[in-house]
């Protein structure tokens, strides 16, 4: 069962900001939040992860609600190599491997 | 090195045929997965091996068998397979522990069943 809902789809222009929307209303105190992304032919690669605070990294930042009921994953300046499927992934309490939902594919216009 | 390399790349095979599926990745990881992603879907978790020991089987088929020689290598062999499960199938291995640990994906292997 996937945790998270998320937009099946989100477009952006290039070179402008993206923010990536994931609900994860039942998420628990101990439950991270992991987002990955697959690009074309490609293995999924990690992005980011966080449990109650934003998190930045050279890749994205993380925005975490303050009831940790929803998130967001901003990418500051999308480009074309950013266009992609993006999942948000609860890892939840204890040792449960990760489970991808359906995720969001983002296009980036030139 | 902080690369999972998955061979073949692509593989053809009839529904009689026996075959492997092999991932290896030298970055010390002690647990490995194996995914089966569908076009256009999400991949799927089949198999979690942790310090080369099977933890997670998700109700796969016994026409898939993983195997764990050792810390680096994982192998899924495929045996009287059906045309549907033809797919990528995506090795993974974690770095740190399940909560925060970062999975790190091979490119996949393309695998048609005739």
């Known amino acids: 069962d996937a945790k998270t809902t998320q937009p099946n789809s989100m477009e952006s222009n290039e070179e402008e900001p993206v923010h990536l929307p994931c609900n994860h209303s039942t998420i628990s105190g101990t439950d991270y939040i992991h987002w990955y992304r697959q690009l074309p032919s490609q293995g999924p690669e990690y992005v980011i992860h966080?449990?109650?605070s934003n998190v930045n990294n050279r890749m994205a930042s993380l925005a975490i609600a303050e009831d940790r009921k929803s998130s967001t994953l901003i990418l500051h300046r999308a480009t074309l190599r950013d266009a992609a499927v993006y999942y948000c992934i609860l890892i939840l309490g204890g040792n449960t491997p990760l489970v991808f939902g359906k995720g969001t594919r983002l296009s980036v216009i030139a | 090195d902080t690369e999972v390399t998955q061979t073949p790349k692509h593989l053809v095979m009839g529904m009689t045929n026996k075959k492997s599926l092999k991932c290896e990745q030298h970055m010390g990881h002690r647990a490995m997965y194996w995914y089966k992603q569908k076009a256009k879907k999400p991949p799927e978790l089949m198999f979690v091996y942790s310090y080369e020991k099977l933890s997670i089987n998700e109700s796969v088929p016994s026409r898939f068998s993983p195997e764990c020689p050792n810390s680096s290598l994982l192998n899924l062999h495929l045996h009287a397979l059906q045309p549907e499960d033809s797919a990528l199938y995506l090795c993974a291995s974690m770095s740190g522990s399940g909560l925060t640990g970062e999975l790190f994906f091979g490119e996949g292997s393309r695998l048609t069943v005739l």
């Open positions: 966080g449990l109650t």
